[in-house]
């Protein structure tokens, strides 16, 4: 079946700018994350949705950073007024339910700011 | 705060080699710890898992030991083979609470023929 797919694959942004990136997980399953991957940082946690909640944005690293949820599907995670240090592989992930099921990840969105 | 600490590669090692890579992690009670695997220029991709002491996750020749007494979940393959190279990262989810992983720094190996 299909895996979780998120676009765009790549993104070349002006500094400033606003970007939207798109993530569809893998149908039927509830739990969504967002995770960032960077040379300097790793792989770090940005959002949880269970459904289209989200019970921990602990990981969002300032408010320039959203991200929504709609019809328990589909997630977009927004940056504002990009800065240069948001350039990253933005990783999605997908599972069964909450609670230890395996996540399963996307491709990734690699954003470059210049 | 939950943490995890793998070695710092890159590691290199020959086809047939045995291969180690270890994992320490910092959490209270007992997290779910994973292995996952980053083939080049593809997503990550979940390798084992162990999710309470003393279990044994295994997949592809792949073993890694949950040892609550020394924290760790080192990740061993008997003998590496040149598609094994990849990057590997250990991650763990914490007892109740929150859902994330938490991801070590990840280690790159090469395994020459």
């Known amino acids: 079946g299909a895996g979780v797919s998120q676009s765009p694959s790549n993104k070349v942004t002006e500094k400033g700018k606003d970007v939207e990136l798109r993530c569809d997980p893998i149908?039927?399953?509830?739990?969504l994350y967002w995770y960032r991957q960077s040379l300097g940082q790793g792989l770090e946690f940005l959002i949880y949705?269970?459904?289209?909640?989200?019970?921990?944005k602990s990981g969002l690293p300032s408010d320039r950073f959203s991200a929504e949820r709609t019809g328990g599907s589909v997630s977009t995670l927004t940056i504002q007024r990009t800065q240069q240090e948001d350039s990253a592989v933005y990783l999605c992930?997908?599972?069964?339910?909450?609670?230890?099921?395996?996540?399963?990840f996307g491709p990734g969105t690699r954003l470059t700011v210049t | 705060g939950n943490s995890v600490t793998q070695m710092e590669g890159p590691v290199t090692l020959s086809e047939e080699a045995f291969l180690t890579i270890n994992c320490t992690y910092t959490?209270?009670?007992?997290?779910?710890l994973f292995w996952y695997v980053q083939y080049p220029g593809e997503g990550l991709q979940l390798l084992l898992k162990?999710?309470?002491?003393?279990d044994k996750g295994s997949n592809k020749g792949f073993e890694a030991t949950y040892r609550k007494e020394t924290t760790s979940f080192h990740l061993e393959k008997g003998s590496v083979q040149v598609s094994d190279s990849a990057v590997y990262f250990c991650?763990?989810?914490?007892?109740?609470?929150?859902?994330?992983?938490?991801f070590g720094k990840g280690t790159k190996l090469t395994v020459n023929p």
């Open positions: 992930a997908s599972s069964l339910q909450a609670g230890g099921r395996e996540q399963y």
């Open positions: 149908s039927g399953h509830t739990a």
């Open positions: 949705f269970q459904g289209n909640s989200a019970p921990d």
């Open positions: 959490a209270t009670g007992y997290p779910s």
């Open positions: 162990a999710t309470k002491a003393d």
């Open positions: 991650a763990l989810k914490a007892q109740g609470g929150s859902e994330k992983l938490v």
